[in-house]
């Protein structure tokens, strides 16, 4: 394994010798990017931020980076995309094919992209992109972003097994019902909230409700009628259970108050104040490692305390895995902000960013600055020996590289350096492959309706509200399916009949 390592790294500086024709002068290039690290200064490239650096001296290109908290990224992008005459040149669209996304492509906000992904000559990395993925986040069969790649089956749960133990369970879930068994169970601890929530709320209501045994975002029955996935009835399931949970205390009543930058802190309080998360399980394994980082705050050390879950039977015995995406989070766009003359530069950069050298400045930074290289071949965020101080170098790193990973794309796979193989790494790869095959789509992904373009996000966006306010006891049944009635009224009818159209077009 560390030949394979030492080789891995060899061909890392191969290639960051000959990754990147720099341009013939310095290009000044202006990006919005969410922000995940709203709290930690941002070293700007005129301060002195050495990754900023070594990116200039790659590429020639000098990063201006206009930051937006993740919490209110959305709404940002709505308002920037609308003042036509203040673009910045490069863009982090989160929601791809959303409303926002399919109506700034069509007014001509984007350039097109579709000719240069498949310029392999010119542009191999992002050539070397998947196809269907490109598909899924196509407007109109044109392609204007290159997707934020990301695996299908990383949607899941994670647990402190622990405190599972401590409330009498110590066998892993494998049904849904033994997983809402053993929820109630670590609520009657009283020691801490049970799942983990915050503004972000889509991904815990999604998790809950898909693995229950609902849709994703639209089914289609017998009938062959295309439906809301909030009337089945098994999303009610998994919304009620929330409800009821919340209800036992075992969600804190504030969570719409916690920012999805700060989603972590509620787990690595110390003691934990949030024991179980419903989200990507690759922030399972980061948070085990953190713990075993940390040992002097979580008296955890060398405790594997915690358990990932996937593939949960639902009550008819099915699988179900909810998609944190579609194959892509989001993508990264090219605003017309960027003239004509300048676009073959910006092209090749972004297919920079997608190499070895690209991928590993943006994802990880720079070695002996904010990750290391270990005797045993593996990458950390720590220096050897430096376990117990591994918090400074976190947030020196929070500072320098904060959330540069948002303009990673890597299209043509993962290239960083190897991080070590625990336990949970290595379930978590393997999950990715095996339960790939219950990872549910959305039936009208790629059909398009006008009325959705036009409304759909704040349809979307009150439904979720009145979801929100049924999970807290805000409002009963009957004011959520008022709410669900007003959807339809408001344009969801015309959604659907749009949807259905396409669907019986295709079929």
């Not at 984007?110 to 000559?121: N, R």
């Not at 919340?246 to 972590?264: C, H, K, L, R, V």
């Amino acid at each position: 394994m560390k030949k394979l390592v030492s080789l891995f790294l060899a061909l890392v500086m191969v290639l960051s010798v000959c990754s990147f024709a720099a341009a013939e002068e310095d290009m000044t290039l202006n990006i919005m990017l969410p922000d995940f690290y709203s709290d930690a200064e941002w070293v700007s490239l005129e301060d002195g931020n050495p990754i900023l650096q070594a990116i200039y001296e790659a590429t020639g290109v000098k990063l201006n980076i206009t930051w937006v908290p993740n919490s209110g990224y959305g709404e940002m992008t709505s308002l920037t995309l609308a003042d036509v005459n203040n673009l910045p040149e490069v863009m982090v669209i989160q929601g791809p094919r959303d409303a926002t996304t399919i109506q700034s492509a069509r007014a001509g906000a984007f350039w097109d992209l579709t000719d240069a992904i498949a310029d392999a000559e010119n542009y191999p990395n992002l050539a070397a992109g998947e196809d269907t993925v490109y598909a899924n986040t196509a407007v109109d069969g044109r392609i204007y972003g290159i997707y934020r790649a990301r695996p299908y089956a990383r949607a899941g749960i994670y647990y402190r097994n622990d405190y599972a133990a401590k409330a009498g369970v110590e066998k892993v879930p494998e049904t849904v019902q033994e997983f809402k068994d053993m929820c109630m169970a670590m609520a009657g601890l009283g020691e801490a909230y049970v799942i983990n929530m915050c503004k972000y709320v889509a991904g815990t209501i999604g998790i809950m409700t898909v693995m229950s045994g609902a849709p994703y975002q639209y089914g289609v029955n017998a009938d062959g009628q295309i439906y809301p996935a909030f009337e089945d009835v098994h999303f009610q399931e998994g919304l009620d259970f929330l409800r009821d949970l919340y209800a036992a205390g075992g969600i804190d009543p504030n969570f719409m108050t916690i920012e999805s930058g700060n989603w972590n802190d509620p787990e690595r309080a110390t003691p934990p104040k949030a024991l179980m998360r419903l989200d990507c399980l690759d922030n399972g394994y980061r948070y085990q490692e953190w713990l075993q980082e940390n040992a002097g705050a979580s008296n955890v050390a060398g405790e594997e305390v915690v358990t990932l879950l996937s593939a949960l039977k639902d009550d008819e015995g099915n699988i179900q895995i909810w998609p944190q995406n579609i194959g892509a989070s989001g993508e990264i766009c090219i605003t017309k902000a960027v003239s004509e003359e300048k676009l073959p530069a910006v092209l090749k950069f972004l297919d920079w960013c997608n190499g070895v050298e690209g991928q590993t400045l943006l994802n990880c930074g720079l070695q002996d600055v904010t990750y290391w290289i270990h005797a045993d071949g593996w990458r950390y965020t720590y220096p050897e020996g430096e376990e117990t101080n591994s918090a400074q170098y976190a947030t020196y790193t929070n500072t320098v590289l904060h959330s540069l990973n948002q303009l990673g794309m890597n299209v043509n796979g993962d290239l960083t350096p190897p991080t070590a193989a625990t336990p949970l790494r290595a379930w978590y790869s393997q999950n990715l492959i095996d339960n790939a095959q219950y990872v549910i789509a959305n039936p009208c992904l790629t059909f398009d309706s006008e009325t959705n373009t036009l409304m759909g996000t704040t349809l979307n966006d009150d439904v979720e509200a009145a979801q929100v306010q049924y999970i807290a006891g805000k409002i009963d049944l009957a004011g959520l399916q008022a709410a669900y009635a007003e959807w339809h009224d408001m344009g969801g009818d015309d959604i659907l009949d749009e949807y259905q159209a396409a669907y019986d077009a295709q079929k």
